[in-house]
Nanobody, 123 residues
Framework: QVQLVESGGGLVQAGGSLRLSCAAS????????MGWYRQVPGQQREPVAR???????DYLDAVKGRFTLSRDDAKNTVTLQMNSLKPEDTGVYYC?????????????????WGRGTQVTVSS
């Protein structure tokens, strides 16, 4: 069973930095795309940053220039470095991956989510 395990997050003052990491593990798989979403109460979950298999990276306009997403293929891990954090960056951050998983019936496409980690930026 492929799982996404998140680490990082926490409380920081505005202007500070945090780092989020997400590791995919379990079973045999390849990664089509992997990244982070965030959600605040009462709002829809929104994509923050995503890296694709061709190394293209997409960022939410609001985080461009402040957040950097990187990937470690050997560890099946993505890391989101968040700098110059703002109170509006506060939310629950979820790791997301589009995977091609080897199952008993053959290869199958699946989307996986992490459990989420809280990021709080105080003003």
């Amino acid at each position: 069973q492929v799982q996404l395990v998140e680490s990082g997050g926490g409380l920081v003052q505005a202007g500070g930095s945090l780092r989020l990491s997400c590791a995919a593990s379990g079973g045999t798989f390849t990664i089509n795309g992997m990244g982070w979403y965030r959600q605040v109460p009462g709002q829809q979950r929104e994509p923050v940053a995503r890296i694709w298999s061709d190394n293209r990276i997409d960022y939410l306009d609001a985080v461009k220039g402040r957040f950097t997403l990187s990937r470690d293929d050997a560890k099946n891990t993505v890391t989101l470095q968040m700098n110059s954090l703002k109170p509006e960056d506060t939310g629950v951050y979820y790791c997301n991956a589009g995977l091609r998983i080897l199952m008993e019936t053959g290869w199958s496409l699946r989307e996986k989510w992490g459990r989420g980690t809280q990021v709080t930026v105080s003003s």
